[in-house]
């Protein structure tokens, strides 16, 4: 899987693009190949983009934050996905208990 692996330090975030294992944790340390960077401050973008197509070629999936990014930035094409929730609507039971 290629997935964000934040580095930095608190309060200050900054992202490793990397090739890892899906079972394997995030902030595990251990990944395959280091693909690319991202500073969400500074908007600073650095990725390979032709290592991210060949291990996606490999049958690398590629987390949805991480998708939405290379969309931006020309490497895939497509739409983007939606990473946030989905809202649950109230129901008429919590409703009528609140009132």
Same mark, same amino acid.
């Given at each position: 899987? *290629?997935?964000? &692996?934040? *580095?930095? #330090?608190?309060?200050?975030?900054?992202? #490793?693009?990397?090739?890892?294992? @899906?079972?394997?944790?995030?902030?595990?340390?251990?990944?395959?190949?280091? /693909?690319?960077?991202?500073?969400?401050?500074? @908007?600073?973008?650095?990725?390979?983009?032709?290592?991210?197509?060949?291990?996606? %070629?490999?049958?690398?999936?590629? =987390?949805? =934050?991480?998708?939405?990014?290379?969309?931006? &930035?020309? /490497?895939?094409?497509? @739409? !983007? /996905?939606? /990473?946030?929730?989905? !809202? =649950?609507? *109230? !129901?008429?039971?919590?409703? %009528? %208990?609140? %009132?």
């Amino acid at each position: 899987m *290629i997935r964000f &692996q934040r *580095i930095g #330090r608190k309060g200050d975030p900054a992202f #490793r693009m990397v090739v890892t294992e @899906k079972t394997a944790g995030p902030k595990a340390g251990t990944f395959v190949d280091l /693909v690319g960077t991202y500073n969400p401050k500074t @908007k600073a973008v650095t990725l390979d983009a032709e290592r991210i197509r060949e291990w996606m %070629a490999k049958g690398a999936q590629v =987390s949805p =934050s991480l998708h939405n990014l290379l969309i931006n &930035q020309g /490497v895939l094409e497509g @739409k !983007k /996905v939606n /990473v946030l929730p989905k !809202k =649950s609507p *109230i !129901k008429k039971e919590e409703a %009528a %208990a609140a %009132a």
